[in-house]
């Protein structure tokens, strides 16, 4: 460890006072490897450990600084048979990581590209609701547009838990915590559960319609916010935008406004960083 130390100063010294292309080359290695090494542990048991052995090699380097010979002997021990310890707990976490830099995917296997996960998001939605539809149970999802919904979140169940069409027939099913209220969605994830809609005041609404449908009308109108409807009693799936209703959706219908929806969200996170390179491009 005493050695480590010398070429840790070492090379701190040469970036310092004489930084040449070997010594930039080697900081930017080493600091995308820490990266990449965080990104592995990440949410994982292995990030607490990494944390905790972070913590007792800066704590060996200040005592050996401040000349604590005691607590420095203690401190290297626990670090250096540390590591071997390190080793025989998190094998799998180990293999895993090889594993995927074998692969040359160093990256959380579940990360999507975004026109990947707009489609899974598409599939998951869409079956759901198709097979609430044909077992006549109601739904009422809210999705999030540019004005946020963060006062009706508040009104329901926090979730901030990936789409998934099992998890929403689950929310929905009859005589469930969460199946009465609006499920919303903001942009990937489902947000809350179970949340209070204003229902419309419109006088023109059928009568066939119901509670539902009228919260689903309600909440387009005051936000620019668009729902999906599956009617309890017909089955029938309805979308709500702009305080405008349209029914009878099928499949082709249902995948339609779903991908609309998505690509326009993509498209305008696109439109937003060309709009700000512009004004730079401008600017300068």
Same mark, same amino acid.
């Given at each position: 460890?005493?050695?480590?130390?010398?070429?840790?100063?070492?090379?701190?010294?040469?970036?310092?006072?004489?930084?040449s292309?070997?010594?930039?080359? *080697?900081?930017?290695?080493?600091?995308?490897?820490?990266?990449? !090494?965080?990104? !592995?542990?990440?949410?994982?048991?292995?990030?607490?450990?990494?944390?905790?052995?972070?913590? !007792?090699?800066?704590?060996?380097?200040?005592? *050996?600084?401040?000349?604590?010979?005691?607590?420095?002997?203690?401190?290297?021990?626990?670090?250096?048979?540390?590591a /071997?310890?390190?080793?025989?707990?998190?094998? &799998?976490?180990?293999?895993?990581?090889?594993?995927?830099?074998?692969?040359?995917?160093?990256?959380?296997?579940?990360?999507?590209? *975004?026109?990947?996960?707009?489609?899974?998001?598409?599939?998951?939605?869409?079956?759901?609701?198709?097979?609430?539809?044909?077992?006549? /149970?109601?739904?009422?999802?809210?999705?999030?547009?540019?004005?946020?919904?963060?006062?009706?979140?508040?009104?329901?169940t926090?979730l901030?838990?990936?789409?998934?069409?099992?998890?929403?027939?689950?929310?929905?099913? &009859?005589?469930?915590?969460l199946?009465?209220?609006?499920? /919303?969605?903001?942009?990937? #994830?489902?947000?809350?559960?179970?949340?209070?809609?204003?229902?419309?005041?419109?006088?023109?609404?059928?009568?066939?319609?119901?509670?539902?449908?009228?919260?689903?009308?309600?909440?387009?109108?005051?936000?620019?916010?668009?729902?999906?409807?599956?009617?309890? %009693?017909?089955?029938?799936?309805?979308?709500? #935008?702009?305080?405008?209703?349209t029914?009878?959706? *099928?499949?082709?219908?249902? %995948?339609r406004?779903?991908?609309?929806?998505?690509?326009?969200?993509?498209?305008? !996170?696109?439109?937003?960083?060309?709009?700000?390179? #512009?004004?730079?491009?401008?600017?300068?």
């Amino acid at each position: 460890m005493q050695t480590l130390w010398m070429q840790i100063k070492n090379v701190m010294w040469n970036v310092f006072n004489r930084p040449s292309f070997n010594d930039i080359a *080697d900081i930017l290695i080493v600091a995308f490897l820490l990266y990449q !090494l965080l990104m !592995l542990t990440r949410e994982t048991r292995a990030s607490a450990v990494l944390k905790g052995l972070v913590t !007792l090699v800066l704590a060996s380097w200040v005592s *050996d600084l401040l000349g604590l010979t005691a607590l420095n002997w203690i401190l290297l021990n626990i670090v250096n048979n540390g590591a /071997v310890v390190l080793v025989i707990l998190f094998q &799998p976490e180990l293999r895993k990581a090889l594993e995927q830099i074998g692969r040359g995917a160093i990256r959380d296997s579940s990360h999507m590209s *975004d026109q990947e996960e707009s489609a899974h998001i598409v599939k998951e939605i869409t079956g759901c609701l198709l097979s609430l539809s044909r077992r006549r /149970v109601g739904a009422l999802i809210v999705f999030e547009q540019r004005i946020g919904l963060k006062d009706v979140i508040e009104t329901g169940t926090r979730l901030d838990s990936a789409i998934s069409s099992a998890l929403l027939e689950n929310i929905f099913e &009859p005589n469930t915590p969460l199946h009465d209220g609006a499920v /919303v969605i903001r942009g990937n #994830k489902i947000m809350a559960a179970a949340c209070f809609l204003s229902l419309s005041e419109g006088s023109g609404i059928s009568r066939e319609l119901g509670t539902r449908h009228r919260a689903a009308l309600g909440i387009t109108e005051t936000t620019d916010a668009i729902t999906l409807v599956v009617s309890e %009693e017909t089955g029938i799936i309805s979308m709500s #935008k702009g305080g405008r209703l349209t029914r009878h959706l *099928d499949r082709t219908g249902l %995948e339609r406004v779903l991908i609309s929806m998505y690509r326009q969200r993509e498209s305008s !996170l696109w439109t937003t960083l060309l709009e700000r390179t #512009k004004w730079r491009k401008g600017g300068a």
